[in-house]
């Protein structure tokens, strides 16, 4: 699949990850997918700040890039899920390593699930804490 094929242009193809990445929410939600499949409402509850439409923008342009997996259920009650697929898995190493930049700049650390930390044992200032699913 080609750039124009995912509703990217054809810029360099590092601008257009790093673009997708930069873009506000893009490591958040991800950050959740690293857990596991989640429910579209369920980010809203998780990332502080994050408003539906922004959840809307950042799914789209995720799903087109290939870095994550929507699954539409058809039952009594309608819901969407979406989960990381295995080119968004690869984007873990990356960031995992951008993390271990930062860390070496700033002196804040945090256990972040990209990196395999399971719910319970992430410390991410960043998040709200779960609740309930």
């Not at 360099?12 to 958040?28: E, F, G, R, Y």
């Not at 991800?30 to 539906?52: D, H, K, T, Y």
């Not at 990381?84 to 873990?92: A, C, K, P, Q």
């Amino acid at each position: 699949m080609n750039s124009l094929e995912n509703g990217f242009d054809n810029g360099c193809p590092i601008d257009l990850v790093l673009n997708l990445l930069s873009a506000k929410w893009t490591v958040q939600i991800l950050r959740e997918l690293a857990l596991g499949p989640v429910r579209s409402r369920r980010f809203l509850r998780l990332i502080q700040g994050l408003s539906m439409k922004s959840l809307q923008e950042r799914l789209k342009a995720l799903h087109l890039a290939g870095m994550i997996k929507r699954v539409d259920y058809e039952e009594k009650i309608p819901h969407v899920e979406y989960s990381i697929t295995e080119r968004g898995r690869r984007l873990f190493t990356i960031m995992s390593e951008v993390k271990d930049i930062a860390a070496e700049i700033v002196e804040h650390s945090c256990k972040c699930s990209i990196e395999g930390f399971t719910e319970a044992e992430m410390q991410c200032p960043s998040r709200r804490l779960s609740k309930a699913t």
